[in-house]
Each structure stands twice: as C-alpha cells, then as structure tokens.
C-alpha cells in the first residue's frame, strides 16, 4: 500500500519560499502509471489543486499560481517536491501531496497533510 | 476555465435517510469526474472516480452518476460516519488542471 509523506518547515516568512517534500514508500515515483502533485487547504476552505508532475518531468500548473510554483521530482530518493515563492498570508494552507493515476480521474492516495503558516 | 458548483452548501439529515448531491460544470466535461469525503483534520478520501466507478474499498451504498456538466453523488442511507464534507472534482484535459468545487457539508439533524 503506498504512502505518501509530506515534510518542511512549518513557518515561512512573506515573500519567502515555501518548500516542502514528499516521500514516497510503497511506491514508486518512476511508475509510468501515475501523476505525483500538490493539493492544498486554508483553513476552513476548500481544495485548490497547485500542480502535478509525472516520472519523466513534465508538469502541469495551476494557472492561477502557475507564476510563482516549481514541482520537481527525484526518483534516486523516491521524492517529488514543491517550491512556491513569493509567499503571503494566503499561502497559509494545509498542503497534500497526492498520486492519482493516469488512466482515471480521481485521487487515489493523499498525504496526511501539512500546515504551513506564513507570517512574519 | 471551468468552474464545478456545488449544491446545496450544506444539508441536514438523519441517519437512514438517503442523499443526493449535486455538481454542476460550466462547461461539457465528459466524466473526468471525482467524489471525495473529507472529515475534520483529515485528508479527503476518494469515494468515485470517472464519474460513476466506486473506488476501492467504498461502501455500495454510495453511488455516482452523469456526464457532460451534471454530476451526482447519491449516498442510500446515511451512516453516522457518512456525515462530512463532500467535493466533487474535474480533471481536464485542456489545460490540464483539476478543479474542485466548494463543497457540501453534511450534517447531523
């Protein structure tokens, strides 16, 4: 059964770089057969959807952050992370990563989800 | 950019009783659809995926349905655990992207 681990700094200041790792076990990112991505939560509000990567690379963004968001992968270590810079107050989210396959639409596998607060 | 809505926002009900929620694309969209349930400090869980396909592991009593920009999630007979919050979600092909809508919350009458 794979798991997916999210990890990073808890507290980031405005204008800033959130990074966060996710690691991968049970698993494999190199699988041809799934996007990795990164879901995120404010508090009391719902899904945004940040962007996915896939085993070669590729990636798609959410236009709407697509600006300020890199997801790279490393499949030595079985990791995919997330950069968004330039953070503000609204960053302030729980953050998931997520495995959904390619043939389907739905996520099948989340993390367990990470608060990062952005404040000074 | 396809926006999903969601209705109603919240919903008050029994156990026992059955419920169906709504999801509506501002757009044609085939059944790249999702379900997810989420409880307070979880993640959310896949219940549906492609529309109308239960995933694995999800109570029959749960059910999808539609194509093209209506979608729903029909719950039988609610179960106490199945009181939550519920998102559906699209995955579009152009642009490639995800969007969730807002969400309904169900709760205990």
């Known amino acids: 059964q794979v798991q997916l681990q999210e990890s990073g700094p808890g507290l980031v200041k405005p204008s800033q770089t959130l990074s966060l790792t996710c690691t991968v076990s049970?698993?494999?990112?190199?699988?041809?057969?799934?996007?990795w991505g990164w879901i995120r939560q404010p508090a009391g509000k719902g899904l945004e959807w940040i962007g996915r990567i896939y085993t070669s690379g590729t990636t798609n963004y959410n236009p709407s952050l697509k600006s300020r968001v890199t997801i790279s992968i490393d499949t030595s270590k079985n990791q995919f992370s997330l950069k968004l810079s330039s953070v503000t107050a609204a960053d302030t989210a729980v953050y998931y990563c997520?495995?959904?396959?390619?043939?389907?639409?739905?996520?099948?596998?989340w993390g367990q989800g990470t608060l990062v607060t952005v404040s000074s | 950019e396809i926006v999903m809505t969601q209705s109603p926002a919240t919903l008050s009900l029994s156990p026992g009783e059955g419920v169906t929620l709504s999801c509506r694309a501002s757009q044609f969209i085939s059944t790249y659809v999702a379900w997810y349930q989420q409880k307070p400090g979880q993640a959310p869980r896949l219940l549906i995926f492609?529309?109308?396909n239960r995933a694995t592991g999800i109570p029959a009593r749960f059910s999808g349905s539609g194509s093209g920009t209506d979608f729903t999630l029909t719950i039988s007979s609610l179960e106490p655990e199945d009181f939550a919050v519920y998102y559906c979600?699209?995955?579009?092909?152009?642009?490639?992207?995800?969007?969730f809508g807002q969400g309904t919350k169900l709760e205990i009458k």
């Open positions: 492609d529309a109308s």
């Open positions: 979600q699209l995955r579009s092909n152009w642009p490639p992207m995800y969007t």
């Open positions: 049970g698993g494999s990112v190199s699988s041809g057969s799934y996007y």
């Open positions: 997520a495995r959904d396959p390619i043939a389907v639409a739905g996520v099948q596998n």
